[in-house]
């Protein structure tokens, strides 16, 4: 059965993958057959679904191409997937933030009657790749555990960058 860590994952991806967050809500309510608020629930971590629903959204983020878990080493060592909500909130400010420079870029092109900026503002990514969002928490993760050398203010130099230059 599918962790609810990696269920989480999947449901964030299926969710990314429609043009807007709520669009992304509404097609796993009407696929699932609950409310959006119930799948909203899920993704603020409120509640879990059953087990079967849990496997069938992480496969169906498979299919559609969303990546491995990523693992780190905790601060004991172990290898692990589980990341804190912190964490999580790190890739979910980057997205959000993304997404309002986005949206307001469309805003702009239509407003100024621009197909061809308006084309561009559609195509900037509101996801960094995972790669790059996971190196950002594991950094934090570090801090947090004081098992690093870099500081504060480096770690968030770099968030505001990925949050605003990489567009």
């Known amino acids: ?26 097609a796993v309510a009407r696929r699932r057959g609950v409310t959006e608020r119930t799948v909203q629930r899920w993704l603020d971590e409120e509640t879990v679904p059953s087990a079967a629903t849990r496997e069938s959204i992480r496969r169906k983020g498979r299919r559609l191409g969303a990546p491995r878990l990523a693992q780190a080493r905790d601060a004991s060592g172990r290898l692990t997937t589980t ?27 239509e407003a100024r009657g621009d197909r061809d900026a ?24 570090a801090l947090r555990n004081r098992t690093s050398d870099e500081n504060w203010s480096s ?8 949050v605003s230059d990489q567009i």
């Open 155 to 162: 770690w968030r130099g770099d968030y505001n960058n990925y």
């Open 1 to 26: 059965m599918a962790s609810i860590e990696a269920f989480r994952q999947r449901l964030e991806f299926i969710v990314d993958q429609a043009d807007t967050e709520r669009e992304g809500i509404r």
């Open 118 to 141: 308006l084309r561009r503002a559609r195509n900037i990514r509101v996801n960094l790749d995972r790669r790059t969002v996971d190196d950002l928490m594991f950094r934090r993760q």
């Open 83 to 109: 990341v804190t909500s912190a964490d999580r909130n790190v890739r979910r400010g980057i997205r959000e933030s993304r997404r309002e420079i986005r949206n307001a870029a469309i805003a702009a092109a």
